[in-house]
Structure formats: structure tokens, C-alpha cells
């Protein structure tokens, strides 16, 4: 049997039967979830290239799939990030329906689960670069709907990773026929400036975010946090995928010091932008920005120990961003709006959403106990002694956070025309948010007994995590 | 046959930059489909002298798929709101054609000055390919309307994949970059008659 085929196939079938169920919104949400979730743990358990008996038969998972001439393969890496990457999509349509996201949000979000998998895939993986667009057209697909009618951004988003895609297909040119080495210094930086550009877009640092900024105002909150998480893991996994496989990507002093520097950046960037925004789905996507720069700072450490921060923070902002984004939608269904003048006040009438948005917030800006609490105070305490500037980028960071939560928190609990609203509750939503809520503790508080795990996920970077 | 079409590679440069040209300044929707329909033939015809007639004529296939569901969907539209074939630009035409003949004689700069070389690659090939990736540049730049922005980006791409067939000239890649052409057609169609509002898009204030 072929893994990979099974892969691809089941997110298809599993879409199909989402988009067959499109009118029952919860139902096509759970069953992708559910099949989301089971195609991670089979990618993450299943044993590869390895024969047993299974009743009569005797079964052996394959790892390749050819397809016109070319590979899919499922190596240790690649197993790990495609199980992360199914399981995260089972978190996030687990919410879809209670969001209020499109229709078609299930099924799609799946195809492009399949595609992105198919990207991981790939051998050689220039072509990747393709898939890579192709995926950008499902996300067109996905953030364009006709309540929501964001052009703009969609043409924005295509155009970047078009240039995306241009920029990685020429770096994988050059390094797969003309052949960079550590004596080759001027074809290696051109090499890594593309994939530079290639890997900004995918993880929207700044510049190439221009589409999030049109997106967080033209289309469904939820859907763009989904579209932008999923970018970035998407990102950090190609990264890490590239440093594995490229020495003299990964013994240039320059490469893990340019990382760390683009984090930096994107946590100034980022933190900066929230303090003057109007609308929550924009503070959500610049906050995002902000902790992928965490995320970058951890990987620019250049070694296996921040490399696993990486990984541990990078599982542990998503049941926060999930909080924050679900509770707020459910509050815009009955308010109308994200905008602090609509949300003004609401606390009075809709004290259990405020209270689950405030929440989420502080679990993505990590407040004590929250679960992406300790992963960001490792990093500090390994900073401490060395990197002045990340220790401070990481305090700057912490209070300009603060400084939002406190003033969104005191606009909702103000008065305003958001307090004369009648509450809907809505049991489904209200489960929801507390099991998400427990998430966000649970790893806080006991980070011991989950985030080792994400650790494993990178176990197959032998390159970089020699053991 | 196809020595001859090689002997010959200034006239699909010529069209190219002809076709682009028609794509800029055109208002009517059908006549820049037709113009990129054109031009989708003069890039088969530059790829002709490097890859084999089989794998070239994907490309022209393809092409004309994208062309006839750009036409489709203009129909349909057409169809919804009748009279409304037009392309509205946020500027004149006076000043597009301007832009577009700066633009052209920028590409025609880059390639002279050598400052981007591909050895092996027929001149003339590389001419069309800047000519194009700088066409849809512009295209991007100053359209507002999701048709214009489209036909720009598929421009670009075709630009940019004149190249890097040259390149990597392997089945694969042929068959990823057509998947690229069809489903950019397709989200482009999409987002101009399934979603509210396209007809709107770039027209000036009143």
C-alpha cells in the first residue's frame, strides 16, 4: 500500500464527503475534522517500509509515489510535519462551524491540506514551488466568498506568491544544476536571497503581508487566521526542511543571524502595528506576525535546543489564536462588527464571549500559565546571557501586548452601543471555547506532558539534530 | 518545419509586444482575451526552438483552454449584465500606451545591456520573455479590476516560464505550469461571475 497515494487520496474523499455536507455546516466540519485527525495520526504511526501480517494478508507501506517521472516521498520529516499539518487542520475545522465560516471552508481547507502535503513531498522540491501556487489558488478560493467578496486581497495574495513561487523555482534551479557549495560564495547568495523571498512569503514577513492588512478587512476573520496559520507552519517547515537538507545553507554564519534578525523585525513590526489598529481581525493577524518573530528569534539560535523551542512554540500558539478568533466571531455575529466602536461596551451584555476573547488574547500575547507561556520564557532565559537585543525585542514585545490587551479589554468593558445588544447564546460555541480554553492551560501548566512530543517532530532532521 | 519557425523568431517577439500592447490599451474584454490568446501562440512559437513540437503544443493548448474560459466567463457576465464588456482603468489610455512603450523600451535596455544572460538560449527567446514578465508588471501595476490583474499575472508567468522551460524542459514541470494557467483561468472566472461587485471594481468615484 502507498502511503502517500493513501494520504492524498483520503483528504480528497474527506473533502468530497465535507462538500457533499455543505449545507449542514457542523456536520461538514466535524467529519473533516475527524478525517483530518485520522489521516495525521496515520501519517505520524504508520510504519514505513515495513511488511506485516494483517489477518490473511500481509501488508507493507510504501513510501513513494511516482508520479510523471517524479517522486512523492514520504521520509521521517516529511511524516512529522504532514501529521502536524492534518492534526492542525482537525483544530481548526473543529471551530469552522461554530465561526460561521463559508459553506465550502471544510472541503477546501482539506484540499489544500492535501496539496500542501503533496509540497512536502515532493522530490526534487523545486516543484514544490508549484504546488506551492497551486495551494495559493485553493486560499483564493477560500478567502473569497460572495458574502465576503475579497478580491483585492485574493489578487494581492496571488501576486506574492507568484513571486514566491518564481523566486523558489530559480533557487532550486541553482541548486540542483548549476550546484551551490560553500565554494561557490556569489551563486549562494543569490541563492539564499531567493529563497528568502520565498520563505517571507510564505511566512508573511513584512514586506510581503500586504495582502493580510485588505484580507483582515474585506474577509472572515476566521478564514484569514486559518489561511495564515496554515502559511506559516507551512513556512517554518520548508525552512527547516531546507536547512536539513542544504550544508552550506546551514554553516553560513549568515543564514541562522539573517533568521534572527527577520524575527526581531516581525516582532517590532508586528507588536508596533497592533497598538494603532481599529478592528480585532487585524490586531489578531499583526499579533500573529509578532509571534511568528518569536518563533524565527528561536530558530536563529542555530542550534538543536532552539530548534525545539520552535517547534514547541510553534504547536503552542495555536488553541490561543483558535480561542481568540472563534470567541470573536461568535461576538461579530451578534454585534455585526470587530471594530472598537462596535465592540464598545459589550462586555455588559456578552460578559462570558468578552471574557473568552480576552482570554485568547492573552494566551497568544503569553501571560503566565498560558500555553505558549513557557516555550517564550525558555528562550528568554537561553537569551539572557548572550542576545541583548532579542531579550529586549522579546520584553518590547510582552508590553506592547499588555498595552493592547488593557486597552481592548477597557473599550469592551466601556459603554457603548455593543452593551444594548441582546445575547444569543449558543451552547455548541460556549463547549468550545471552554475546551479550548482548557487546551491553552493545560499545555501552560503542564508543558511537560505534550510539548516534548512536538520536540519528536523534528526528530528526522538528521542534518540539523544530529544525535 | 520547425527550422524554419526558428529562422524566424522576431516575429513572435513582434507579437508578443504587439499583443501585450493590445492587452494594455484595449477596453474591451474580448479583445484582450483574443490579444492574450495571440500571444499564447508567438510564446509557443519562441519555445519552439528549444523544446520538441510535442511539448511546445501543451503550451498552446493550454493556453487557448485559459483564453476560451476567460471568454466564457466574460460571456456569462455579458450575459448577466448586458453591454458590459468593458475593462475599466483607474487611468487613459494616452497614458497607459505611454507607460507600456517606456516599459518596453526598459526591457529592450535590460536585454541589450547583457545584465541578464542565459547561455544557450536563443536571444530573441529572452527578449520575448523580458518583454513579457515586464508587460505583466505593468499590467499588475496599474489595473485595479480582477480581469486586468489576471490577464497580468498570467502574462508574467508566462514570461517568467518561457525561461525556465528552457531550464528544467521536463514533462513535469510542463505539466505543473499548465495546471498553474488553467486554475488561475479558473479562479479568475470565478472571482469576476460567482462574486458580487466585479463589475464595480476600478471605476472612478462618482
Known sequence: ?467 | MTVFLERLLIIPVLGVMLAGGIIMVASRRVVRIGALACQYVFVTWLTLSFLPLSFASIRLLTGLITAAMLYLSSHTMDEQQPGQDRVESMTGRGFRTIAYGVVIVAGYGVFSSRWFVVSGLEDMVLLGAIFLVASGLLQIGISKQTFAIGVGLITLLSGFELLYTFLEPSRAMLALQAAVHLALALVISYLDVLIPGSREEGKPAE
Open chain 1, 1 to 467: 500500500m502507498n502511503v502517500p497515494l493513501i494520504l492524498l487520496v483520503g483528504a480528497i474523499v474527506t473533502a468530497g464527503f465535507a462538500f457533499l455536507l455543505r449545507a449542514k455546516a457542523h456536520h461538514a466540519a466535524w467529519i473533516g475534522a475527524g478525517g483530518a485527525f485520522l489521516l495525521g495520526v496515520f501519517a505520524l504511526a504508520v510504519p514505513l517500509e515495513a511488511a506485516f501480517d494483517f489477518a490473511v494478508l500481509q501488508v507493507r507501506f510504501n513510501n513513494t509515489f511516482q508520479v510523471l517521472g517524479r517522486a512523492l516521498l514520504l521520509d521521517e520529516p516529511a511524516r512529522g510535519f504532514i501529521g502536524f499539518l492534518f492534526i492542525l487542520t482537525a483544530v481548526l475545522l473543529t471551530s469552522s462551524a461554530y465561526a460561521d465560516a463559508n459553506r465550502f471552508f471544510p472541503s477546501l481547507v482539506l484540499l489544500l491540506t492535501g496539496v500542501c502535503s503533496a509540497a512536502m513531498m515532493m522530490k526534487p522540491f523545486l516543484y514544490a514551488a508549484i504546488l506551492m501556487e497551486l495551494a495559493a489558488m485553493l486560499a483564493v478560493l477560500i478567502l473569497v466568498a460572495p458574502e465576503y467578496p475579497a478580491r483585492r486581497a485574493a489578487m494581492r495574495l496571488l501576486f506574492v506568491f507568484s513571486l514566491a513561487m518564481m523566486a523558489i523555482l530559480l533557487a532550486g534551479w541553482l541548486l540542483g544544476v548549476v550546484g551551490v557549495t560553500g565554494a561557490t560564495p556569489e551563486i549562494a547568495r543569490w541563492t539564499a536571497a531567493l529563497l528568502a523571498v520565498g520563505f517571507a512569503v510564505l511566512m508573511a514577513v513584512p514586506p510581503f503581508h500586504y495582502w493580510l492588512s485588505v484580507a483582515a478587512d474585506e474577509s472572515h476573520p476566521y478564514v484569514v487566521v486559518t489561511l495564515l496559520l496554515f502559511m506559516q507552519t507551512l513556512g517554518v517547515f520548508f525552512l527547516l526542511r531546507f536547512l536539513d537538507t542544504y550544508e552550506w545553507l546551514r554553516t553560513q554564519p549568515s543564514t541562522f543571524e539573517g533568521i534572527r534578525l527577520a524575527g526581531v523585525a516581525m516582532v517590532w513590526f508586528g507588536s508596533l502595528m497592533m497598538l494603532g489598529q481599529r478592528r480585532m481581525t487585524r490586531v489578531i493577524a499583526y499579533a500573529m506576525i509578532a509571534d511568528l518573530g518569536i518563533i524565527l528569534m528561536a530558530a536563529g539560535m542555530g542550534d538543536a535546543s532552539g530548534l525545539e523551542l520552535m517547534m514547541q512554540l510553534n504547536a503552542a500558539r495555536v488553541p490561543g489564536i483558535v480561542l481568540w478568533t472563534t470567541s470573536l466571531t461568535v461576538l461579530m455575529r451578534i454585534v455585526g462588527d470587530d471594530t472598537v466602536e462596535q465592540l464598545q461596551g459589550v462586555a455588559h451584555s456578552h460578559p462570558l464571549r468578552v471574557t473568552f476573547i480576552v482570554l485568547g488574547m492573552a494566551a497568544v500575547f503569553s501571560v503566565p500559565f498560558a500555553a505558549s507561556f513557557p516555550g517564550r520564557w525558555m528562550l528568554l532565559d537561553v537569551m539572557a546571557g548572550s542576545d541583548g537585543l532579542g531579550v529586549l525585542t522579546m520584553l518590547a514585545g510582552w508590553m506592547m501586548s499588555s498595552i493592547v490587551l488593557v486597552r481592548w479589554y477597557l473599550a469592551m468593558r466601556g459603554k457603548g452601543e455593543g452593551g444594548d445588544v441582546q445575547e444569543q447564546v449558543r451552547e455548541g460555541s460556549f463547549i468550545l471555547n471552554i475546551l479550548q480554553l482548557a487546551l491553552v492551560l493545560g499545555l501552560g501548566l503542564f508543558p511537560q506532558a505534550v510539548l516534548p512530543w512536538m520536540e519528536t517532530i523534528i526528530d528526522g532532521l538528521s542534518n540539523l539534530l544530529p544525535s
